[in-house]
């Protein structure tokens, strides 16, 4: 028996081993059966991606991912002086207002309150005309552009460009691919139009509209600036003389403002759940998995489609828009004051508001896909803030579709208003070709209520300030 000194015992070792590998295989298989069964992964799934669609079936993400995240470094001198301009109400004709009233740092710079639209200006008795979108994970915004290439763009105005993209046909938007003819619809800018292409140029913006800050004139402004407390930074920062010149400090002060949301973390925090899940440093529930495939799935919400959910290829995590405009048909919300006059729409990028593209009806009604990251701590939703929870908004996806009934009013005639909220002209614009949007009346809707029930769990994972449990 010398002959073979591992010969028997090696033997029985192997038999043993593989009989161990056969019961463990078939628990495995038991177990695996029934959390594939609970996580909502289907056999194709499996079948792609037998490893990722195991670890995603424990809850973990398939592909644990390395994040280049934004250099977290202490707030320049200017950055810091644009933190107090920001919280400033003295700033504006009211003297109680500053951009935290609306954009409030404790509510991801989005309102505190559940209104549609705030009140603002002198007297503070100005209703807006939009709701106020979040201010956090704007860093990576794109300058607007329109056309089939964006390297074609340079030298070219943004109407010419638009010529040319005229005659391109668009492909449907699809969870799992990048879409083909990205390129051919509207993207980047800042507001709901994409008016303002910098945060520098946009916060000028609010600090003289009429219906926000109402600052009234640049003299005035400067002359606040030169009276407060930061009159000695500013001098310091921007040269001796910068007060002899009021449109020069209004410029400074809005870079200022706008380095602030450049440099300060807490714009762009990344510290939800499905960050650290991304990373592998966080477990989803089964009902988080199960959100995040009906997310993605294009025969289900398809929602990734338009905001994305996709490290980029250079490992930036995903901001949940694709930056791109769509005209989604949400319900005129009569609760906004200028809705009472029945001749007044909002289309977007044509205007009012946005005035460049007025003549551009292809693109009348449509609005900025805005990033879902911390949409759950919101109160309002779309543009209009027409919906009041991501039930309501989920529900408009499901239905809007194949029962408009149940979500448009009739009209005098009692017929169903389709996309009410938009000039019949230009109704053909709304989006009917992307899932889930594109089946027939009395068709099943894509999602049943529990994709739904999922899809809203999932979209708590984005919210910032998520901490280990352990
Ligand atoms: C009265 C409320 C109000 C105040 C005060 C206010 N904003 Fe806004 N903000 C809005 C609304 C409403 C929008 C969307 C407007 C639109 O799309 O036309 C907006 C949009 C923005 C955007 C674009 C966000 C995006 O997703 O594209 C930025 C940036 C911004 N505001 C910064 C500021 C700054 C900086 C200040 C202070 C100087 C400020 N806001 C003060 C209501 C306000
Ligand atoms: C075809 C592109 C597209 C698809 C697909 C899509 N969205 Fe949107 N989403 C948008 C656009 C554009 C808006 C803004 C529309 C408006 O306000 O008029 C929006 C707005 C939202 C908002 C409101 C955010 C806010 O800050 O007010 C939520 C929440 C949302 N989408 C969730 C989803 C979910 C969940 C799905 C999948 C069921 C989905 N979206 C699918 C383009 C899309």
């Given at each position: 028996?010398?002959?073979?000194?591992?010969?028997?015992?090696?033997?029985?070792?192997?038999?043993?081993?593989?009989?161990?590998?056969?019961?463990?295989?078939?628990?495995?298989?038991a177990?695996?059966?029934?959390?594939?069964?609970?996580?909502?992964?289907?056999?194709?799934?499996?079948?792609?991606?037998?490893?990722?669609?195991?670890?995603?079936?424990?809850?973990?993400?398939?592909?644990?991912?390395h994040?280049?995240?934004?250099?977290?470094?202490?707030?320049?001198?200017?950055?810091?002086?644009?933190?107090?301009?920001?919280?400033?109400?003295?700033?504006?004709?009211?003297?109680?207002?500053?951009?935290?009233?609306?954009?409030?740092?404790?509510?991801?710079?989005?309102?505190?309150?559940?209104?549609?639209?705030?009140?603002?200006?002198?007297s503070?008795?100005?209703?807006?005309?939009?709701?106020?979108?979040?201010?956090?994970?704007?860093?990576?915004?794109?300058?607007?552009?329109?056309?089939?290439?964006?390297?074609?763009?340079?030298?070219?105005?943004?109407v010419?460009?638009?010529?040319?993209?005229?005659?391109?046909?668009?492909?449907?938007?699809?969870?799992?691919?990048?879409?083909?003819?990205?390129?051919?619809?509207?993207?980047?800018?800042?507001?709901?139009?994409?008016?303002?292409d910098?945060?520098?140029?946009?916060?000028?913006?609010p600090?003289?509209?009429?219906?926000?800050?109402?600052?009234?004139?640049?003299?005035?402004?400067?002359?606040?600036?030169?009276?407060?407390?930061?009159?000695?930074?500013?001098?310091?920062?921007?040269?001796?003389?910068?007060?002899?010149?009021?449109?020069?400090?209004?410029?400074?002060?809005?870079?200022?403002i706008?380095?602030?949301?450049?440099?300060?973390?807490?714009?762009?925090?990344?510290?939800?759940k499905?960050?650290?899940?991304?990373?592998?440093?966080?477990?989803f529930t089964?009902?988080?998995?199960?959100?995040?495939?009906?997310?993605?799935?294009?025969?289900?919400?398809?929602?990734?489609a338009?905001?994305?959910?996709?490290?980029?290829?250079?490992?930036?995590?995903?901001?949940?828009?694709?930056?791109?405009?769509?005209?989604?048909?949400?319900?005129?919300?009569?609760?906004?004051?200028?809705?009472?006059?029945?001749?007044?729409?909002?289309?977007?990028?044509?205007?009012?508001?946005?005035?460049?593209?007025?003549?551009?009806?292809?693109?009348?009604?449509?609005?900025?896909?805005?990033?879902?990251?911390?949409?759950?701590?919101?109160?309002?939703?779309?543009?209009?803030?027409?919906?009041?929870?991501?039930?309501?908004v989920?529900?408009?996806?499901?239905?809007?579709?194949?029962?408009?009934?149940?979500?448009?009013?009739?009209?005098?005639?009692?017929?169903?208003?389709i996309?009410?909220?938009?000039?019949?002209a230009?109704?053909?614009?709304?989006?009917?070709?992307?899932?889930?949007?594109?089946?027939?009346?009395?068709?099943?809707p894509?999602?049943?209520?529990?994709?739904?029930?999922?899809?809203?769990?999932?979209?708590?994972?984005?919210?910032?300030?998520w901490h280990?449990?352990h």
């Amino acid at each position: 028996m010398s002959h073979f000194p591992f010969g028997a015992p090696r033997r029985n070792r192997v038999v043993a081993l593989m009989a161990g590998a056969v019961l463990l295989g078939a628990a495995a298989l038991a177990w695996a059966a029934s959390s594939f069964a609970a996580s909502g992964i289907t056999l194709a799934e499996l079948g792609h991606d037998p490893l990722g669609s195991m670890r995603l079936a424990r809850g973990a993400y398939p592909h644990p991912v390395h994040l280049q995240f934004p250099p977290a470094q202490p707030l320049s001198a200017v950055a810091s002086i644009g933190q107090v301009l920001f919280n400033d109400p003295a700033l504006s004709g009211s003297g109680r207002q500053s951009c935290a009233s609306c954009h409030d740092p404790a509510h991801a710079f989005a309102p505190a309150n559940d209104l549609a639209v705030q009140i603002g200006g002198r007297s503070m008795d100005r209703a807006g005309l939009r709701a106020v979108p979040s201010l956090a994970y704007l860093y990576r915004q794109p300058p607007f552009s329109i056309g089939p290439e964006n390297a074609e763009q340079e030298g070219v105005s943004l109407v010419q460009s638009i010529s040319r993209a005229g005659h391109a046909t668009r492909a449907t938007k699809r969870a799992d691919s990048s879409a083909a003819g990205r390129n051919l619809v509207p993207q980047g800018g800042l507001f709901w139009d994409g008016r303002a292409d910098t945060l520098q140029q946009q916060a000028g913006g609010p600090l003289f509209n009429p219906l926000e800050m109402d600052a009234g004139s640049a003299d005035r402004v400067a002359h606040v600036i030169e009276s407060g407390g930061n009159a000695a930074m500013f001098r310091a920062l921007f040269g001796p003389s910068v007060f002899e010149n009021a449109q020069q400090v209004v410029a400074e002060a809005m870079f200022a403002i706008a380095r602030y949301q450049i440099e300060s973390p807490a714009f762009h925090a990344f510290n939800s759940k499905f960050d650290a899940w991304m990373q592998g440093h966080a477990t989803f529930t089964r009902q988080e998995v199960r959100g995040y495939l009906a997310f993605n799935d294009p025969r289900r919400g398809n929602c990734a489609a338009c905001h994305l959910d996709r490290p980029t290829a250079d490992g930036l995590p995903p901001l949940f828009t694709d930056t791109q405009y769509e005209a989604l048909g949400v319900p005129r919300n009569p609760e906004i004051p200028a809705n009472r006059d029945p001749a007044y729409h909002d289309l977007g990028i044509c205007g009012p508001t946005r005035t460049d593209l007025r003549n551009m009806t292809q693109y009348c009604g449509m609005f900025l896909t805005p990033s879902l990251r911390n949409v759950a701590t919101r109160k309002r939703f779309f543009h209009n803030g027409q919906a009041r929870s991501l039930a309501q908004v989920l529900r408009f996806y499901n239905l809007r579709d194949v029962d408009p009934a149940r979500i448009y009013p009739r009209g005098p005639d009692g017929r169903v208003e389709i996309a009410d909220d938009l000039p019949a002209a230009v109704r053909a614009n709304v989006d009917h070709v992307d899932p889930p949007f594109g089946r027939h009346p009395g068709e099943p809707p894509p999602m049943s209520e529990r994709d739904m029930r999922d899809i809203i769990a999932f979209l708590h994972t984005l919210n910032d300030g998520w901490h280990s449990p352990h």
